[in-house]
């Protein structure tokens, strides 16, 4: 498993070495020490999800203000494009973004640390991910910024149509109206 570095020096994609033959693939899906070693910190995770979405579906940017959340995130099916914003407001990169196209096909993942808005957008007809999590979800503690403020700029990609989102995700609120991150 390759760590390859984003714009974002906290936000990291991991890129499995796949062995194909006749038969079908085998690959390395995690491993602590490389995922330690390219994080510079240790993580314990402690809970595993799964969403699965129709084509259009956009969900996020979500993110816990108590009990921050890091994720460990991979398509299994399908293709998205998926963003983390960076709301840590003492940091360099603060209000900043990066966007990876995850899919069952390149197999990437990407590792979104605490401190960071997480969203992504369904482009394949459905999409299934699995994420990894550092806390427990705290649905008193949830928030969501909005995916289209334009301090963040996000550039999504053009799926033709207006993105598919929740009553909460429609009500997502600004970087600058948002409980963010010290």
């Not at 498993?1 to 714009?7: K, L």
């Not at 979405?53 to 293709?79: F, M, P, T, W």
Request: overall charge negative; some cysteine.
């Amino acid at each position: 498993m390759n760590a390859v570095p984003t714009n974002i020096p906290d936000v990291i994609a991991f890129e499995p070495k796949v062995f194909g033959d006749a038969r079908g693939v085998f690959f390395e899906s995690f491993n602590q020490k490389v995922f330690e070693d390219a994080v510079g910190k240790h993580y314990d995770f402690v809970q595993d999800n799964h969403s699965q979405s129709s084509k259009g579906v956009l969900r996020g940017l979500h993110y816990q203000i108590e009990q921050a959340q890091g994720k460990l995130v991979r398509v299994v099916a399908g293709e998205v494009f998926d963003v983390a914003v960076d709301i840590r407001r003492s940091s360099p990169t603060f209000g900043q973004w990066v966007g990876q196209y995850l899919s069952d096909e390149n197999k990437k993942q990407i590792w979104v640390p605490p401190g960071f808005a997480h969203g992504f957008l369904v482009l394949s007809d459905t999409a299934e991910l699995l994420y990894k999590t550092t806390d427990f979800y705290a649905p008193a503690h949830e928030r969501c910024l909005s995916w289209n403020d334009s301090t963040t700029n996000i550039q999504w990609p053009d799926i033709g149509t207006a993105p598919l989102l929740s009553a909460k995700d429609q009500q997502g609120l600004s970087i600058h109206q948002a409980e963010l991150f010290a």
